[in-house]
């Protein structure tokens, strides 16, 4: 299944999403700077990648780590997963994080992030007065885990 997203180049440099493989979920998001772009270690920094898009209704944007980026390089999206809602339409932008002990440097063309669209219902939420029960209950983190 194909989704149609619109985007829009809003640099001659900047490079268009695309998968690295046939299978592949996440499509490779491109690191658009002037120039070499140093990140300290525990340091995160912003990083432009010269596209907008208009990711359909219904559906939302998921911007996740490459793994390759994250194991080897220890840079990843500072806040985990970003999150492009349906409504935003602003130049699509990567807080990368290193984790690593060294300093790293992300240059123009890199591959920064990989970029899920994902279909969204939007969920309606209502008062009651009681949940229904279930074995799990309202146990919490770590309660499902082994004995």
Do not use: W
């Amino acid at each position: 299944m194909t989704v149609p997203v619109p985007i829009k180049l809003l640099d001659p440099r900047a490079k268009a999403p695309a998968y690295g493989s046939a299978g592949a979920a996440g499509a490779d998001l491109y690191a658009l700077t002037d120039g070499p772009v140093a990140v300290a270690p525990g340091q995160t920094v912003l990083i432009r990648t010269g596209l907008a898009l208009a990711v359909p209704e219904g559906h939302v944007g998921l911007v996740y780590a490459r793994s390759g980026l994250a194991t080897k390089q220890g840079l990843a999206p500072a806040n985990k997963v970003g999150v492009i809602d349906s409504d935003y339409r602003g130049e699509l932008m990567v807080a990368l994080h290193n984790h690593s002990g060294q300093d790293r440097t992300v240059e123009c063309g890199d591959r920064i992030a990989q970029l899920v669209i994902a279909p969204c219902p939007t969920a309606r939420f209502f008062p009651v007065d009681e949940l229904d029960g279930t074995q799990r209950g309202s146990g919490g983190f770590g309660s499902t885990g082994s004995k």
